[in-house]
């Protein structure tokens, strides 16, 4: 004859005391989880952004609406050139008062192609590159919006001093390179 199972003999059936149990457990362990993974990444970040160098790479009162201004960070290479632009709207990593202020690496993600000066303040978008035409969204933290490319367009992490603005690191690796933090020889 077949035994019966806790859950078959229970009046409370498989939701009773034990079935809540087992979720409260499930959550709390998951929870814990979570934390668990979130924290080395937290810590990670931390020390990879105390590695990168802080450049000044202009002035919020000099920046025009829509007119990407160069500059090379991490290193004085042409593989390090990015473009710091004022947006229509906030984005992720943005400053300045409306949070529309943002950096961001200009070789595309896919092959390597130059973007140039192919950044859209208006539109809030960097390309369509033109070798498979891969666009990229500023506001969220250069994600790709369609295209070839499935890696989105590395942010230069930025920091403000009343109207002067800094570079102070990286986010994503700038295409050909397995760490940003070295210099090309
Ligand atoms: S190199 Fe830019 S989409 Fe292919």
């Given at each position: 004859m077949k035994k019966q199972t806790d859950c078959e003999t229970?009046?409370?059936?498989?939701?009773?005391e034990l079935g809540q149990l087992s979720r409260r457990h499930f959550l709390f362990g998951s929870g814990a989880a979570l934390l668990t993974l979130t924290l080395p990444t937290l810590g990670e970040a931390q020390v990879l952004r105390s590695e990168y160098p802080r450049q000044k790479i202009g002035n919020l009162s000099q920046l025009i609406f829509n007119q990407p201004l160069k500059f090379r960070y991490?290193?004085?290479?042409?593989?390090?050139e990015n473009y710091l632009i004022r947006l229509s709207e906030p984005a992720g990593g943005g400053v300045g008062p409306e949070n529309n202020v943002v950096a961001f690496n200009?070789?595309?993600?896919?092959?390597?192609a130059r973007l140039d000066e192919n950044f859209d303040g208006k539109a809030c978008i960097a390309g369509?590159?033109?070798?498979?035409w891969t666009t990229f969204d500023l506001t969220r933290?250069?994600?790709?919006?369609?295209?070839?490319?499935t890696v989105g367009l590395p942010q230069i992490l930025l920091e403000t001093e009343g109207d002067e603005i800094y570079a102070v690191g990286i986010q994503g690796l700038i295409f050909?390179?397995?760490?940003?933090r070295q210099a090309p020889v």
């Open positions: 229970s009046s409370e059936g498989c939701s009773g991490p290193w004085d290479h042409v593989n390090a200009s070789l595309c993600t896919h092959q390597g369509p590159c033109y070798l498979h933290h250069g994600m790709v919006i369609s295209g070839h490319a050909g390179y397995s760490n940003n």
